[in-house]
């Protein structure tokens, strides 16, 4: 079946689709939330990127099962984006509006962003995710899950989330008293839920594989904290250990949470298009990688075109950026979802962004029950997977050509950024592959007796 034929005969499968937006969605909206408080964003960010990624970009994408949405692998990137613009911010303003101030400078980013990748796009630039060495991608992914999973510490003891390693590890005395024995027991049960379910026993019943582990942990932490708030436990958690979204009382106070961009002040940073063209590479191998990936699991073997998806991320990276959403791109974890679910056309991408905008509109005081720790707990996972104990023996497996570039991609991203990751990895790798190189042409001297024509 071609892409013409599959947008043509978009609803002629919404018996299998519409079942998959389903599981989709509510795969999606933990990871919305979780990857929205691992970036030190308003959690409402999260859920305005699922939307962007389920109804824009499904509905531009040729991609017939690739569902995008806020990326774990931007996470870092955000998180230090923010920090660092937050920091240019007024002094006369409290500690809340300074984190405002550096959001609305992030979010020009995030539009630059999509505008190089739309750039990416009409100029064919979709067949560079089959030239980048793979050694720094995995780098990259690595360096990206190491992060994630550190930064999930704080969160998953339930003190505050902008709290350090080293800080937890040398202040342990301090901050001890603040420590959430509620937060630590909820996270614990989740990571077990997590385990659980990517036991290969799990994945083969049919039941779990619709019943996605992130949902039953969502569930879990939301009864488990209100049974310990019915019974008055010391367990109960409150305040900030719980997700915020706003409640709207009518259409303009909903329309008043949207962020907007601040133009006025970035776009005279050069901070900011250095950060939108990180956003635009990092978010664009991201894509093709899952792209590739996406193809290759579609039971009916359909090819996606590349530069057309660079150019709905794109896209969907500008309107998420001009409305308060985080950067989106296509993920694996929901587009696995979705083909595991029966989904055969991106009709169910788009109905499951419909499902997100549900969410926020019918019941955000639902969400607000969910405990911080439960999407730590998701993240944990996340994290790991990215930088999974097997990557690195088969990279060490393959030799010092391939392992270095990895380790100091990953090492370097954890360590300083992204940025100088990617470029370090890269150059190192282009070092090794240019050295390992042998001159395809031999000279040999006239006046050797040996030479023969």
């Not at 991609?63 to 806020?70: I, M, Q």
Request: a neutral charge; one cysteine or more; charged letters at 10%.
């Amino acid at each position: 079946m071609s892409n013409q034929q599959n947008s043509k005969n978009i609803f002629s499968n919404i018996k299998q689709d519409f079942p998959a937006s389903i599981i989709v969605f509510l795969v999606a909206v933990p990871l919305c939330l979780g990857i929205a408080v691992a970036s030190g964003a308003p959690p409402l960010s999260g859920i305005i990127a699922g939307i962007i990624g389920g109804i824009v970009v499904g509905s531009i994408s040729n991609s017939p099962l690739g569902v995008s949405g806020p990326a774990a692998g931007l996470a870092s990137i955000v998180a230090v984006s923010i920090s660092d613009f937050t920091l240019l911010s007024p002094e006369n303003l409290s500690d809340i509006q300074k984190i405002q101030y550096g959001f609305e400078l992030f979010l020009v980013s995030v539009i630059i962003g999509g505008i190089i990748q739309l750039i990416l796009g009409f100029l064919k630039g979709g067949v560079v995710g089959y030239y980048f060495p793979n050694s720094v991608i995995l780098g990259m992914l690595g360096g990206i899950g190491v992060t994630i999973f550190m930064k999930q510490m704080p969160n998953i003891i339930g003190i505050k989330s902008d709290t350090s390693l080293t800080e937890i590890v040398f202040n342990f005395t301090e901050i001890s008293t603040n420590i959430a024995p509620g937060a630590i027991l909820i996270c614990l049960l989740s990571v077990g839920i997590l385990a659980l379910w990517e036991r290969p026993f799990m994945k083969k019943n049919k039941v779990f594989s619709l019943i996605q582990g992130p949902l039953v942990v969502v569930f879990l932490g939301i009864v488990l904290n209100e049974i310990f708030l019915k019974i008055g436990s010391n367990l109960a958690l409150v305040d900030s250990n719980l997700v915020k979204l706003p409640i709207a009382e009518n259409l303009n106070e909903f329309k008043s949470f949207f962020a907007v961009p601040n133009f006025a002040e970035a776009l005279t940073n050069p901070n900011i298009y250095i950060t939108g063209a990180v956003i635009a590479l990092v978010a664009s191998l991201e894509t093709l990688l899952c792209l590739e990936a996406t193809d290759k699991l579609d039971p009916d073997k359909r090819i996606s075109d590349p530069n057309r998806e660079l150019k709905a991320q794109g896209i969907g990276n500008i309107i998420s950026g001009l409305i308060g959403g985080l950067p989106v791109t296509q993920v694996i974890v929901r587009s696995s979802a979705n083909i595991q679910s029966g989904g055969k056309t991106k009709l169910s991408a788009i109905i499951h962004g419909f499902f997100v905008l549900a969410s926020l509109v019918i019941f955000p005081s639902l969400l607000n029950k969910l405990p911080i720790s439960s999407l730590a707990a998701i993240l944990l996972m996340v994290g790991y997977k990215l930088a999974h104990p097997s990557k690195f023996k088969e990279m060490w497996a393959k030799g010092n050509r391939q392992f270095a570039p990895f380790i100091l991609t990953l090492l370097i991203i954890y360590y300083v950024d992204m940025l100088w990751g990617i470029s370090i990895g890269l150059t190192i790798a282009i070092f090794i592959i240019l050295s390992s190189l042998k001159p395809a042409i031999f000279f040999q001297s006239l006046n050797d007796s040996s030479s023969s024509w």
